[in-house]
């Protein structure tokens, strides 16, 4: 029996094609029903406050970057979205002396503009943020090498090469986006021979990092988060690290504060990655099959999905 058709955007894959059963369980759980879903390999973690929650997030640098030496160099890949972080983790670099001299940072992803990565002086550029909310702020004996930031470009071929270059990365963070993404791996679109079928888990796996049309979910997303909600500054295409990546990372931190997806999103994912109910149509749910995963919540942030109008 073919899929259902998507219910916001029908010429894409994305969770509106699930079976409803499935919807709603998750819409059901309860923020301690979602505690109780961690099993070996997928710890769930919540937080009270948000100075908490992001200081949490930033001391995940801290922790990889500490174990890094010239013999063992260790990086982290960090998104932006959530972006609180950054600041936090220039101070304790700072306050802490910790010299990056041999650490690495990857940046996830990044717009894509006439077939090419936004230039760092644009103002929604990744690159752009990292440096001046991150790495821009640390004193500079203690400075990361130029060299060891890796950002990804339209020619992946540098930043792919980086990932086979006996860096070792600790932790992949990442943020969830309202289409069940991390990085820019959003769903695919329903064409050619997807059209009746997402793409198999082990397909969707194999995807290094890559140019890749956003979903419309994401587009209006990233318009509402960063710029004000005109959808016209919003490019279409991204670069983004890939499920190839990911799995080279030793262990993937997903940080929900509730400012990006929404209750229903936080809940969805928790289920399906629990329960190995792996989806392309939800991109998260494919880390399911990752060793080490790590969802991390603000519990002011998980919300209810109960109907309430406004």
């Known amino acids: 029996m073919p899929r259902k058709l998507s219910s916001i955007a029908p010429e894409w894959w994305d969770y509106t094609t699930l079976e409803n059963d499935l919807i709603s369980d998750a819409a059901e759980l309860t923020p301690n029903d979602m505690l109780q879903l961690a099993r070996p390999g997928f710890r769930v973690v919540f937080y009270d406050t948000l100075e908490e929650f992001y200081l949490a997030e930033a001391l995940e640098y801290i922790a990889a970057w500490k174990q890094s030496t010239a013999d063992n160099p260790v990086g982290i890949c960090g998104p932006i979205g959530p972006t609180e972080q950054l600041p936090l983790v220039a101070r304790l670099v700072n306050e802490l002396g910790l010299s990056l001299k041999h650490s690495h940072f990857w940046g996830m992803d990044e717009w894509v503009m006439n077939g090419k990565e936004v230039l760092p002086t644009h103002p929604l550029s990744f690159e752009k943020a990292d440096r001046e909310m991150c790495f821009d702020r640390i004193r500079p004996e203690l400075k990361m090498p130029d060299a060891n930031l890796h950002f990804p470009k339209a020619d992946t071929a540098a930043y792919g090469k980086s990932w086979e270059s006996g860096v070792r990365c600790a932790v992949m963070q990442g943020g ?3 289409i069940k993404h991390w990085a820019f791996n959003d769903p695919p679109k329903r064409e050619g021979k997807h059209r009746d079928a997402p793409p198999s888990p082990a397909e969707y796996r194999a995807l290094p990092t890559r140019m890749v049309d956003l979903h419309p979910i994401t587009i209006a997303q990233n318009a509402r988060t960063s710029g004000g909600g005109n959808i016209t500054l919003v490019p279409t295409q ?3 690290v890939g499920p190839v990546e990911t799995w080279k990372a030793e262990k993937v931190s997903i ?3 509730g ?6 999103g936080q809940r969805l994912t928790t289920l399906m ?24 919540f603000f519990r002011g942030g998980i919300g209810t999905c109960e109907v309430e109008m406004h």
């Open 176 to 178: 969830q986006g309202d």
């Open 238 to 240: 991204a670069m983004t």
């Open 255 to 257: 940080w929900h504060a």
């Open 259 to 264: 400012k990006h997806d929404n209750p229903f």
């Open 273 to 296: 990655i629990s329960k190995r109910i792996a989806d392309a149509a939800v991109p998260m749910s494919l880390l399911a099959d990752h060793p080490n995963v790590q969802f991390n």
